[in-house]
């Protein structure tokens, strides 16, 4: 089975008027923590910040349960705000582990990827599946 980035729907505490309220710099924070996530913070088991900048964090917002996988809540959030700050959002299931370090590249490619299009699109993510 591959791994798979689904769309899942629009993201909940969505920061107002993302992404377009945001400028260059802005969309460029987000996209600089997104790529300082490393495979093995994707499976961090205990909520907190993963990588931020003056400007947006990535934080693991906690793990639960969808059948029979756990998946692990990462959110990319403006720094500052309370309440609705997040701008990009994916779910990531245990069964895409892997201890194949080539494998384990493309996972974070694929979490990376996923992330983006959320901020890009406004809509959580979901990654699934497993490494050949």
Do not use: C, W
């Not at 300082?36 to 499976?43: E, F, G, K, S």
């Not at 964090?57 to 996988?69: A, E, H, S, V």
Request: glycine residues 8%.
């Amino acid at each position: 089975m591959a791994i798979n980035v689904q769309q899942t729907g629009p993201i909940n505490n969505l920061f107002p008027g993302s992404p377009n309220v945001f400028n260059n710099n802005q969309k460029e924070a987000v996209y600089n923590v997104i790529g300082q996530l490393t495979y093995a913070d994707i499976y961090r088991n205990n909520a907190g910040t993963i990588v931020q900048n003056q400007i947006m964090r990535l934080d693991m917002q906690g793990t639960f349960m969808q059948g029979n996988y756990r998946f692990h809540n990462l959110q990319v959030q403006v720094n500052g705000v309370n309440g609705n700050s997040t701008v990009a959002h994916v779910n990531v299931s245990e069964e895409t582990m892997t201890n194949d370090q080539p494998n384990q590249q493309g996972v974070l490619r694929k979490v990376q990827s996923a992330l983006n299009q959320s901020f890009d699109h406004a809509d959580s993510y979901q990654v699934t599946g497993t490494a050949p």
